[in-house]
């Protein structure tokens, strides 16, 4: 089956630019999402497609995927920024989810 | 506004089944596939499987299968996920999530607000 791997945590300071992988084998022929999800609450879709940002969605977060590999960027971090992160991909009828990598700003 | 409400937490005892029900609004139910997602606690996202409010058709992630089964009502625009043969590491929070469009890689923009489900002796 197919898996995607994340690594678990990522620190980035306020303002700066945080990157977070999502690797898989040939996860750039796919296409990936990523979600949003802070302490006790659901998730939130912030890209599909690989890159596109849903409505509400600041522009501060954009997304990439080329080779074996899908990138999370998120410019200008934000105190608020700080979560948990998932990456999702599609193979074979099946929904795939990272590992989840949590975002530490400080 | 577009919701998805879910049932209340539940306590089960192993091997018992859990239903655990997940209510659409603000949107025409039919239009959207409904996906469920479990997290154990302290856990990750775990995708368990796919139902088509339309036509009812379902499609489980493999670790489920024989074990989970989804169902859908249209007249209450409610859909149900049923988990038998309970074990200690089904103790998770369970959600529905609303795919966003037909195409698999448009995600899941739609969540509920999650439903504790307890396995314990």
């Known amino acids: 089956s197919y898996e995607v791997t994340q690594p678990p945590s990522v620190s980035v300071s306020p303002g700066q630019t945080a990157s977070i992988t999502c690797s898989g084998d040939?996860?750039?022929?796919?296409?990936a999402c990523w979600y949003q999800q802070k302490p006790g609450q659901s998730p939130v879709l912030v890209i599909y497609?690989?890159?596109k940002r849903p409505s509400g969605i600041p522009e501060r977060f954009s997304g990439s995927n080329s080779g074996n590999t899908a990138t999370l960027t998120i410019r200008g971090t934000q105190a608020m920024d700080e979560a948990d992160y998932y990456c999702?991909?599609?193979?074979?009828?099946?929904?795939?989810f990272g590992g989840g990598t949590k975002l530490t700003v400080l | 506004q577009v919701q998805l409400v879910q049932s209340g937490a539940e306590v089960k005892m192993p091997g018992a089944s859990v239903k655990v029900s997940c209510k659409a609004s603000?949107?025409?139910?039919?239009?959207?596939?409904l996906h469920w997602v479990r997290q154990a606690p302290g856990q990750g996202l775990e995708w368990m499987g796919i139902?088509?409010?339309?036509?009812?058709?379902?499609s489980y992630a493999q670790k489920f299968q024989g074990r989970v089964t989804m169902t859908r009502d249209t007249s209450t625009s409610t859909v149900y996920m049923e988990l038998s043969s309970l074990r200690s590491e089904d103790t998770a929070v369970y959600y529905c999530?609303?795919?966003?469009?037909?195409?698999?890689?448009?995600?899941?923009?739609?969540w509920g607000q999650g439903t504790m489900v307890t396995v314990s002796s």
């Open positions: 497609q690989d890159r």
């Open positions: 139902v088509n409010p339309s036509g009812g058709s379902t």
């Open positions: 603000g949107y025409t139910f039919t239009t959207y596939y």
């Open positions: 040939k996860l750039g022929d796919k296409y």
């Open positions: 999702q991909a599609w193979d074979s009828s099946t929904w795939v």
């Open positions: 999530a609303r795919a966003q469009g037909l195409v698999q890689a448009d995600g899941f923009d739609i």
